[in-house]
């Protein structure tokens, strides 16, 4: 039997989890995918009318098929903790059983269970602000998205995961190095992301056999990039500086999901792994 991936982070065709579902449909997957709650008429919509079809077109010519969208807001693990006024926003009582928890029951009872995970998401409310300026409730609300939403899913899935299964997050080199711009308490975010990366490797390797890695990738103009703002600069300090003066493409990054999901990486966890022409191991800029 194939394998079936739960892509978390698709709303459009130019960011990381699309490239990531691409490369895994490639290779045979079925694809799932969970979609931000405020994101989903768009993104629906957009697949309906055909607006992402040269970018589904997969290596032999087919269209990648999405079996099923979910609505997902990874920041609330169950109806009991979400407050009332998201319920009722009108952005959100459209949509129903977007909590983690939730998500995770509706894939069980529609599919029985998963292969591979993918954590592609973060949201960083105060990313313009330097950390000194960066609030309390901002500096949480980053934690909440981008790191704290990895161990949900992780922690809401296992139970459906097939043992074997591989689990795959996206960090950023923020975390280790000084990248001036990557505010608002998201550099501290992707840091906590890379060491639970470690921690939740040894437990879910335990207890259920399941991989877990995370995928340090290099700057891409994807939508949640062009809203920090320096996207561009990073791309072109990255041409000048990386060993590998060249483009970096999302489908670079799929492709190492692909493999670090797959028999091929049986004995890969608790890796970061850098998919970035290499600038991780430059000391200065030349
Ligand atoms: P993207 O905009 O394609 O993906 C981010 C997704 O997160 C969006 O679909 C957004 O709707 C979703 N999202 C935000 N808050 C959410 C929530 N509470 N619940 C569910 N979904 C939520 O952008 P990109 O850049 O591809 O981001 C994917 C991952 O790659 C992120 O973890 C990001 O930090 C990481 N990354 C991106 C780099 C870049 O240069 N673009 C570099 C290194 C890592």
Redesign the pocket.
């Known amino acids: 039997r194939g394998k079936r991936a739960f892509i978390?982070?698709?709303?459009?065709d130019?960011?990381?989890?699309?490239a990531i579902a691409k490369s895994l449909a490639a290779a045979g997957a079925e694809i799932l995918v969970?979609?931000?709650v405020p994101?989903l008429n768009i993104f629906e919509n957009s697949l309906r009318r055909g607006k992402f079809d040269e970018s589904r077109v997969l290596p032999d010519g087919s269209l990648m098929e999405i079996s099923k969208i979910y609505p997902?807001?990874?920041?609330y693990d169950n109806p009991e903790d979400t407050p009332e006024d998201v319920k009722s926003n009108k952005r959100y009582a459209g949509s129903s059983k977007w909590t983690v928890q939730e998500v995770a029951e509706s894939v069980k009872q529609d599919f029985g269970s998963i292969d591979i995970l993918v954590?592609?998401?973060?949201?960083g409310p105060e990313v313009s602000k330097p950390l000194l300026e960066t609030s309390r409730n901002g500096y949480l609300a980053a934690l909440s998205?981008?790191s704290y939403?990895f161990i949900s899913l992780l922690k809401h899935f296992i139970p459906i995961m097939n043992p074997g299964g591989a689990t795959i997050?996206?960090?950023?080199m923020a975390s280790e190095r000084i990248i001036p711009g990557y505010g608002g308490g998201m550099s501290s975010a992707?840091a906590a992301l890379e060491s639970d990366t470690h921690v939740l490797a040894f437990e879910a390797g335990r207890k259920h056999k399941v991989r877990v890695n995370t995928i340090?990738?290099?700057?891409?103009?994807?939508?949640?990039?062009k809203a920090i703002g320096f996207?561009d600069m990073?791309i072109d300090y990255s041409l000048q500086n990386a060993p590998l003066q060249k483009d970096l493409s999302?489908e670079e990054v799929g492709n190492t999901a692909a493999f670090l999901a797959s028999p091929l990486a049986s004995a890969i966890t608790g890796a970061v792994v850098y998919v970035d022409n290499g600038l991780n191991a430059m000391g200065v800029g030349v």
């Open positions: 978390a982070g698709v709303a459009d130019n960011g990381y989890g699309w969970g979609t931000w994101a997902l807001d990874a920041v954590h592609s998401l973060a949201n998205a981008s939403s997050s996206l960090t950023y992707k340090s990738a290099g700057p891409l103009r994807s939508r949640a990039a996207i990073m999302a």
